[in-house]
């Protein structure tokens, strides 16, 4: 492979590989249904089922429009409908008559439509609100209103759809472009090499474009993972690629030619690497026994990412060292980063203070990170200066909240029916109801009814029953009235009936990734430390190491609940599993260099040249990692990403500190029970000797 025809055929073959990947990549399906991710046997994923069977697909948004009389309202509405997709418009002309003056209206009919010159607008479409179909029909709708020149205001669950699908597509390239010149910067500042960075980035680059292409292969891939993915993999994997160019720098200052160097290199650092990149994917493969199955979706789309990082380094970045050797030594300068002698000393001297100290704020973080408050929705943005959410306050602000469920329940069954719309109706938070027995005079039999108002509510098994909940967010009032709705529906119906909203999705969802949260966190735990022990063949060194991370997770964690922040669940999991995975990296990094000087060296020695030799790669990746996460959180506008995006800056800085302040200290401390519980050649070697 290193030799000179071996080279162009390793760089011609992930030449093509990453020009068919480019291709590949726009092909991906891209999933924005958070929904499709609960379990088969959820209730809402069987409402779903059950809806689209009886009634078909559809979906409602809500627009609001400003400075038109009832007239000219009408004349809007009427070319509204005759947009291909859309199944009806509820409004004032809807429930009376146009032509009288708005006055004499009745007040219960015209404050729920009309409020100081301002229509509510109530858009059925054929399809559902996560349709291509459906985005076409509202831009249809905007073109439409801007047409005649009037203010508008959007909302409902398709237009927050639409939002996401959008900044997807263009976030990866935004966020990409700022982390990348970071990443430079980064490297030029701790490189040793002006030309490193360049060498370097080339492996990354591929590797994403890889993972990006790979995607295609999938079914699909949640928004969630396309908005992170590219982002973590470059940062998450960078260390593979310094592990082998510093070690290229030792073979070579020992006097190796460029291929030996690049091959000594690459097989003293492929434990390292291994591991590191085996770490990484098992955090993520603990995902994958979520029953939430965003968690399958994401782990198994990031261990991908890390694995085809991890060929490309090992098969690609041996050629690139080799090809840019001269310029690599041409271009050679003093890195900028400080001298390690003095922490180390001082290390040594505290290190069982800093081991206690440890242990106290070990304890103290997991108690604190107990009692941090969770969110489980998918709510696109919290962002109060994006034009969704100001249109959204506005409809709130005039007409309340906008938030419907829909129940099914036996055809047949109007007594019952009756029954639960007055028990609903006399909850203040539920705002209205639009059903058979509400819309229509109770007293008329149902074969009376006419047709084109019965299809709206009734199927060939079940009726549909739609009952506005007065909510606005995430919070204790919205699982309330979940309970209460769904509480009150099974007393009336018993168990023949379903029910499907945002409230009862959400606390569907709640209830699955709670009960997930300890698996995940118990696989990734035991999978991660097992790798540790296998490759230091010790008892000891996973049960450091992981304890270290678990302390730094635990501390990140508890930050969020000191500063009053909620956090939301399923990026929690997420970044749990990805800052023990990845960010152990830095420590074992760290005390395999420990170990390996160990073996001729006192520990106070053997340290500081473990930390002269890792340090910089711990810098630089835990830096680059941290750039990333805060890049994600700063510049993304999806509430899920920033949340993402925000733990795992300050987990990598957490996790970085950590492993150059406070591990070396430990390791020290711990040296005699460590080396006792660790089976090697250096322990039978050094059995009998005083150290």
Do not use: C
């Not at 007409?399 to 047949?412: H, W």
């Amino acid at each position: 492979m290193l030799s000179s025809k071996g080279r162009w055929i390793t760089l011609v073959i992930f030449l093509l590989l990453t020009i068919m990947s480019v291709f590949l990549t726009p092909f991906v399906t891209i999933n924005y249904d958070m929904r499709n991710y609960l379990p088969k046997d959820s209730k809402t994923k069987q409402t779903l089922i059950v809806l689209e069977d009886e009634f078909g697909l559809s979906s409602m948004i809500q627009v609001m429009v400003s400075d038109l009389d009832i007239l000219e309202t009408n004349d809007v509405v009427l070319e509204i409908m005759n947009i291909e997709n859309v199944d009806s418009v509820i409004w004032l002309g809807t429930v009376t008559d146009i032509y009288q003056p708005i006055e004499n209206i009745d007040f219960e009919y015209l404050s729920e439509y009309y409020n100081d010159g301002k229509f509510l607008l109530t858009i059925e479409f054929k399809t559902d609100e996560y349709s291509l179909e459906t985005e076409k029909s509202i831009d249809q709708i905007k073109e439409l209103i801007n047409k005649y020149n009037i203010e508008a205001n959007y909302r409902g669950s398709a237009v927050a759809n639409i939002y996401a699908r959008n900044v997807t597509k263009s976030e990866a390239i935004i966020i990409m472009g700022v982390v990348v010149p970071i990443a430079i910067l980064i490297l030029f500042l701790a490189a040793s090499s002006w030309i490193e960075p360049v060498v370097v980035l080339i492996s990354l680059l591929i590797a994403v474009a890889l993972n990006l292409g790979t995607n295609f292969i999938m079914p699909n891939v949640s928004f969630v993972t396309i908005a992170i993915a590219s982002v973590l993999q470059l940062a998450m994997s960078l260390d593979y690629s310094l592990f082998i160019v510093h070690r290229y720098y030792e073979k070579r200052e020992e006097g190796l030619k460029p291929v030996d160097a690049a091959i000594s290199s690459t097989k003293d650092a492929f434990k390292s690497v291994s591991t590191s990149a085996l770490t990484t994917i098992f955090g993520f493969l603990a995902l994958i026994f979520m029953r939430y199955t965003i968690g399958l979706d994401i782990g198994l789309s990031l261990s991908k990412a890390i694995l085809i990082s991890f060929i490309t380094t090992i098969l690609l970045m041996p050629v690139l060292v080799v090809i840019f050797d001269k310029v690599l030594f041409k271009t050679r300068h003093r890195a900028l980063l400080p001298k390690f002698d003095k922490v180390s000393n001082m290390l040594y001297k505290g290190r069982y203070l800093v081991t206690v100290l440890l242990v106290l704020v070990a304890v103290g973080a997991f108690i604190l990170q107990t009692k941090t408050s969770y969110s489980y929705g998918d709510t696109p943005s919290n962002d109060p200066t994006l034009t969704i959410n100001i249109d959204e306050q506005q409809i709130n602000e005039y007409f309340g909240n906008f938030q419907p469920a829909v129940i099914l329940y036996k055809n047949g069954e109007k007594s019952k029916a009756i029954e639960l719309t007055d028990i609903l109706l006399a909850n203040e938070n539920i705002s209205k109801i639009q059903s058979l027995v509400t819309d229509i005079d109770k007293t008329i039999p149902e074969e009376l009814i006419p047709y084109e108002v019965k299809q709206k509510f009734v199927g060939p098994n079940f009726t549909r029953m739609i009952v506005y909940l007065d909510y606005s967010g995430e919070g204790p009032l919205m699982y309330e009235l979940s309970d209460f709705v769904d509480e009150n529906a099974s007393m009336v119906f018993g168990d023949d009936f379903y029910i499907i909203g945002v409230a009862n999705s959400t606390a569907e969802i709640k209830e699955t990734v709670i009960s997930d949260g300890f698996i995940v966190q118990l696989i990734s735990f035991l999978a991660i430390a097992f790798i540790i022990g296998l490759m230091f063949r010790s008892f000891s060194i996973p049960l450091i190491l992981v304890g270290l991370i678990e302390t730094s997770i635990w501390i990140n964690v508890s930050i969020s609940y000191l500063s009053g922040s909620i956090v939301i669940y399923i990026g929690y999991l997420i970044v749990t599993s990805l800052q023990l995975g990845a960010t152990i990296d830095y420590a074992v990094l760290l005390t395999s260099r420990y170990q390996e000087f160990r073996e001729s060296k006192k520990p106070r020695e053997a340290m500081l040249e473990a930390m002269k030799k890792s340090a910089p790669t711990i810098i630089i990746s835990s830096a680059v990692l941290a750039a990333a996460g805060f890049s994600e959180a700063i510049l993304s506008q999806l509430a899920i990403v920033k949340e993402i995006g925000l733990l795992i800056g300050r987990g990598a800085l957490l996790s970085g500190v950590m492993v150059i302040f406070i591990l070396p200290a430990v390791i020290m401390a711990l040296d005699k029970p460590m080396q006792f519980l660790t089976f090697n050649k250096f322990i039978l070697k050094e059995k009998g000797k005083k150290q």
